[in-house]
């Protein structure tokens, strides 16, 4: 429960750019295209492994209105990676610029710079080049075999920290981790359960694709202006990707239309920044839907197996998740995002025996990256729907199993200090957690007390009932750092300039609401600049659930000092001490009402009349915990047995977020994510052919749900205290989409007793497994 | 280079245009960008502008298809100082999250609550079945087009 009443924090104010975004106005980088600014087009591979042997460039060089071709032949080769993390990054290094290797179908051939697309689109086609075909590897199981064609077979890849890697057995990284003993737990257990599940391929689909513009200042800088979550770190990247110093580089983030991960990723911006220093004409390189699908990132699919066993009376003897993701053609996230499959759901259930294994695997298909949710998505699936199973041997309802189990207040879990980002974690005791009562909210608004097991069920058309209880992060514990600059001006407004990335989570509000409550005024006295690495001071960039928590505490940390400086004034001006002093709604007032003094009289005085100095200051943040926002999930679900179509019927996401800042933000964040999850259990795949092209790379035949497709849905907010958060604050961006896979799974089962390990849960799976008596064989998919 | 006219946010215009020209393209080059460009097949809705009372995809038609008819794209249907409802709702209830998809929603809804001003909640979902948004899972943007039905609005069932 909030701990005090708030003026601009948890109150439901109105997004801070959302009327100028539903105005239309020129807000992202493609309406900021200057109008001089050269097409950049991208020749991507036919293959899915091939060695270029001979390129020819020189027809599209000749051609009227191309400017420059950039092939691996004309670039500088410096090995790095593209996952925007911190420094020296957890990802291997195994990506160049351009290379002579080709990796999967749609790599980078050759880049061209032209005065229209048109030109550009006749100058790819003008490019001769001759490949080696290599034997393709596409399966995680088929990459791991003695002998499989190794992708990374460059001398340059390396990890950059010590973690093992393994190029020339496609293995991109590994961590292995055992706390008690798994399987003496496991000969303890009453009952036990060992199934394999599959997460599939999918995509982030902003609305927006990736989209990056760069030219030359003045002064020869290279100014980038990119649709990123990662601006310091696209600067850093790019700078050593093109062999320049970082101070020649200047990234700027202006509105983004969507990320969810994908952004955060440095997928465009190498090439434009070389585009411009070659052309010395602004660029444009705008990415095509296709392109977004094939050649961005995506979800990393997951191969799995959960070995479980309990007792009767419920007690969880041991847990033990196998996690071997398919990282395609490059590493980028692959160690951490498979650690996190561990880390964000393993500490959920007490259970003193837990063994870890986790993999990334090269294969010669898209790469996966950061996808709201990292890796806990592909576990939640394995593990909440192995929970039901479990409850279910040892004759317990699902949902008294769970609240038995998960952790609570006051306690902690060993896998906190022993599974962190690719080394040791973190140790933490959870010191918020309302997780029992959103499975109490959940439940009720649910109807689960009328859930009757599936054998109870008749006729064509049956509804189940199915949950699934859920945590996540918020931020990464003594990594991340976030920074804020806040100052005065005359009129009582304020700067605030933040690193912190707004991708259309509605972060520049909360974190202007952090600053007006703390500094005792209204929302719409700040003025928010955020990520411009020229004007801005450092934030890592929008991921691992951060910018709240994190950059929210930067700000409250800055807005303090601030609000301190703008007291000192004020006492000076009413010549009395800074105790007898407070500030109400934009004024300082003396205690006994005697006197005030405005937010612009002290700006003003400040500047002009008497020991005058800019009031302001800048704050920095990393923090030590990574307090895990908490969510219970419920689906009613209607299974038509003759078709095997279903249907969600309701929705229920119960979620514990700490205080949440800007409420109608926070459910929009899981509100969005779950209809995400719901897409991605339901109908998102990627079809691929027997060459590795995917053959669905459009939204006529990757199915994303629109308006008329949307479930009842009820979102419940339950509020809790996180007293290491801003205000009370934890994360709320990825955690709902950990649950529709597992919530829907269970419902599904326990509609018509199929039970699903592969998703997407098509008509046609839950058809053939109707036929097959409840399941059928297990196949890792694509 | 071919001349058409047409009416634009209200005024008629002239553009000299290429034969394969969309109207996306003519539009932002323009600089009416607030009609976006997300997938360039005319499967996703950000580039919703209302062509003679109906909303159709700018990016899978051709400019010179405009001549002669009426285009209204999201600059002529509001502004800071007179905001349209539709724009203010979306705005209030935050159905806002990243905004890329907002201006192609605005257009289309705008289209049916002009035709039906009492539009129910089945209307709405009829006719935005071609909009993506991928951030608010739509629930907000359901609440924010109902409470700018006449139908809502009379029955106090905005919210």
Redesign the interface.
């Known amino acids: 429960m909030s701990k005090r009443k708030f003026k601009v924090v948890n109150q439901p104010l109105?997004?801070i750019?959302?009327?100028?975004?539903?105005?239309?106005?020129?807000?992202?980088v493609?309406?900021l295209k200057p109008a001089d600014a050269l097409i950049i087009k991208m020749l991507g591979s036919p293959h899915a492994h091939a060695r270029i042997k001979s390129i020819d460039v020189s027809a599209a060089e000749a051609m009227p209105g191309v400017h420059a071709v950039l092939y691996h032949g004309n670039v500088p080769r410096i090995v790095h990676t593209t996952a925007g993390q911190g420094f020296p990054e957890p990802s291997p290094y195994d990506t160049f610029m351009f290379d002579n290797k080709m990796r999967f179908v749609g790599d980078r051939v050759a880049a061209v710079a032209a005065e229209t697309e048109k030109i550009a689109l006749a100058a790819l086609k003008a490019i001769q080049v001759e490949y080696e075909v290599l034997e393709p590897v596409f399966r995680i199981q088929d990459a791991m075999k003695d002998g499989a064609p190794v992708i990374h077979d460059e001398p340059e890849a390396k990890a950059v920290i010590p973690v093992p890697y393994e190029p020339a057995r496609n293995m991109a990284a590994k961590v292995d981790m055992e706390i008690g003993d798994m399987e003496k737990g496991l000969a303890e257990a009453d009952e036990t359960v060992d199934h394999p599940f599959y997460n599939h391929y999918a995509q982030?689909?902003?609305?927006?694709?990736h989209v990056s513009m760069a030219w030359l200042d003045r002064e020869d800088r290279i100014i980038i202006t990119t649709s990123t979550q990662v601006p310091f770190h696209c600067r850093r990247i790019v700078a050593q990707t093109l062999g320049i110093p970082v101070q020649r580089i200047r990234v700027i983030k202006p509105?983004?239309?969507?990320?969810?991960g994908a952004k955060q990723e440095i997928v465009l911006e190498d090439v434009v920044a070389m585009m411009a220093l070659r052309t010395k004409r602004p660029v444009y390189w705008?990415y095509?839907?296709e392109e977004e699908f094939v050649a961005s990132r995506t979800r990393h699919p997951m191969l799995m197996r959960l070995r479980m066993g309990a007792k009767k009376d419920g007690t969880i003897t041991a847990v033990g998740l196998d996690a071997t993701s398919n990282t395609g053609w490059n590493g980028s996230q692959g160690l951490t995002v498979v650690c996190n499959s561990g880390s964000k759901m393993l500490p959920l259930y007490r259970c003193d025996n837990i063994h870890f294994l986790g993999m990334a695997v090269y294969t010669n298909l898209p790469a996966g990256g950061a996808y709201r949710g990292y890796g806990a998505t592909q576990a939640a699936f394995a593990y909440e729907s192995a929970m039901d199973e479990l409850a279910e041997k040892i004759g317990m309802d699902p949902l008294e199993f769970r609240a038995k189990n998960h952790i609570k207040s006051g306690e902690t879990s060993p896998v906190f200090r022993a599974l962190g980002e690719g080394s040791e974690g973190v140790d933490q005791v959870i010191t918020s957690c309302e997780l029992a009562r959103c499975i109490k909210a959940g439940a009720k608004e649910i109807g689960w007390r009328k859930r009757k097991p599936h054998t109870a069920k008749k006729g064509r058309y049956r509804r189940g009932l199915g949950m699934a209880c859920l945590m996540q992060g918020s931020a990464i514990p003594e990594i991340d750092m976030g920074a804020a600059t806040l100052k005065m001006n005359e009129d009582g407004s304020f700067n605030l300039l933040m690193g912190a990335t707004d991708?259309?989570?509605?972060s520049d509000t909360v974190l202007a609401q952090i600053a007006a409550e703390q500094l005792g005024t209204t929302l719409d006295k700040i003025i928010v600049y955020s990520s411009d690495t020229d004007m801005t001071p450092f934030d890592v960039g929008a991921y691992a659930s951060s910018t709240t928590y994190l950059s929210g505490q930067a700000v409250q940390n800055v807005a303090q000092k601030v609000r301190k400086q703008i007291l000192k004034v004020g006492a000076d001006m009413m010549d009395c001490k800074v105790k007898e002093l407070t500030i109400e709604d934009s004024v300082v007032v003396r205690k006994d009402g005697s006197e005030q003094v405005t937010f612009s009289e002290i700006a003003l005085y400040s500047m002009y009349t008497a020991n005058q100095f800019q009031i302001g200051d800048i704050s920095s943040k990393i923090v030590h915990h990574s307090p895990p926002p908490f969510a219970a999930h419920f689906a009613e679900v209607e299974v038509d047995t003759l078709t095997g179509q279903v249907r969600v019927v309701k929705y229920v996401a119960a979620a514990d977020c700490g205080t949440p800042i800007h409420p109608?933000?926070a459910?929009?964040q899981v509100?969005?994510?779950?209809?995400?999850g719901i897409c991605y259990a339901l109908t998102e795949e990627y079809l691929f052919n027997d060459k590795g092209r995917m053959v669905n790379p459009?939204?006529?035949d990757y199915k994303?749900?629109?308006?008329?497709d949307?479930p009842e849905?009820k979102?419940i907010l339950v509020p809790s205290y996180e007293k290491t958060g801003p205000y009370g604050a934890k994360s709320v961006a990825e955690i709902g989409i950990n649950g529709p896979l597992p919530a829907i799974g269970n419902a599904i089962y326990n509609a018509c007793g199929v039970r699903l390990r592969t998703g997407p849960f098509t008509a046609e799976k839950i058809w053939r497994s109707l036929q097959a008596g409840g399941e059928i064989p297990f196949e890792e998919g694509h | 280079m071919k001349k058409i006219e047409f009416t634009l946010n209200g005024a008629l215009r002239q553009f000299d245009i290429e034969p394969d020209e969309t109207l996306i393209d003519l539009l932002?080059r323009i600089g009416l960008?607030?009609?976006?460009?997300?997938?360039?097949?005319g499967?996703?809705g950000?580039c919703a502008v209302v062509m003679d009372g109906r909303a159709v995809n700018a990016c899978i038609l051709f400019a010179f298809q405009a001549a002669g008819r009426t285009i209204d794209?999201?600059?002529g249907?509001?502004?800071?100082d007179q905001?349209h409802p539709?724009?203010?709702a979306?705005?209030?209830?935050?159905?806002?999250?990243?905004?890329?998809?907002?201006?192609g929603i605005?257009m289309t809804a705008k289209a049916l609550l002009d035709e039906k001003p009492d539009a129910d909640e089945e209307d709405?979902?009829?006719h935005?079945?071609?909009?993506?948004?991928?951030?608010?899972?739509?629930?907000?943007?359901?609440e924010a087009l109902l409470s700018c039905s006449a139908n809502a609005t009379a029955s106090g069932e905005a919210s």
């Open positions: 109105r997004k750019d959302s009327l100028s975004l539903a105005l239309g106005k020129p807000a992202y493609g309406d982030h689909c902003p609305v927006e694709p509105r983004i239309g969507g990320g969810f705008e095509t839907r991708l259309g989570t509605g109608k933000l459910e929009g509100e969005g994510a779950v209809m995400n459009n939204f006529g994303l749900y629109t308006l008329s949307l849905m979102t | 932002r960008t607030g009609t976006k460009r997300g997938c360039d097949t499967m996703c950000s794209t999201i600059e249907v509001g502004d800071f905001p539709l724009q203010v979306m705005a209030d209830a935050g159905a806002v999250q990243c905004g890329f998809c907002t201006p605005v709405f979902r009829q935005l079945d071609g909009n993506l948004c991928r951030c608010t899972g739509y629930v907000k943007i359901k």
